[in-house]
């Protein structure tokens, strides 16, 4: 499966954003989806993924109560929005799929992922 996510852009604190991550070339309600980020001199990290169905999700602590990922497999789409953000949700987002029927918070979890959409908060 290809994934293009997008929808990056530069904000200031407090602002919202939404990233959207489209899929081709598989049954995307096959899939578990998810979002990483990468800031500058940073390891990826775990921002949320959300289970084939919709039914669960799961959020990093740091973003818990002002992110939210939803999905809409009628359009191959995945969704995070992103509220009450701050300078340090600057990163570059990706994207990710996992064929597995459970839920990570490892980027070991998933074999396929989008080419990064970035996101620049300012204070």
């Known amino acids: 499966v290809q994934l293009q996510a997008f929808g990056g852009g530069l904000v200031q604190a407090g602002d919202s954003l939404r990233l959207s991550c489209t899929a081709s070339?598989?049954?995307?309600?096959?899939?578990?989806m998810a979002w990483f980020r990468q800031a500058p001199g940073k390891e990826r990290e775990f921002v949320a993924t959300?289970?084939?169905?919709?039914?669960?999700?799961n959020y990093a602590d740091s973003v818990k109560g002002r992110f939210t990922i939803s999905r809409d497999n009628t359009k191959n789409t995945v969704y995070l929005q992103m509220n009450i953000l701050k300078p340090e949700d600057t990163a570059l987002y990706y994207c990710?799929?996992?064929?597995?029927?459970?839920?990570?918070?490892?980027?070991?979890?998933?074999?396929?992922w989008g080419q990064g959409t970035e996101v620049t908060v300012s204070s």
């Open positions: 990710a799929a996992s064929s597995a029927p459970y839920l990570s918070t490892s980027a070991q979890g998933y074999g396929y």
């Open positions: 070339g598989g049954i995307f309600s096959h899939y578990v």
């Open positions: 959300i289970n084939k169905s919709a039914v669960r999700k």
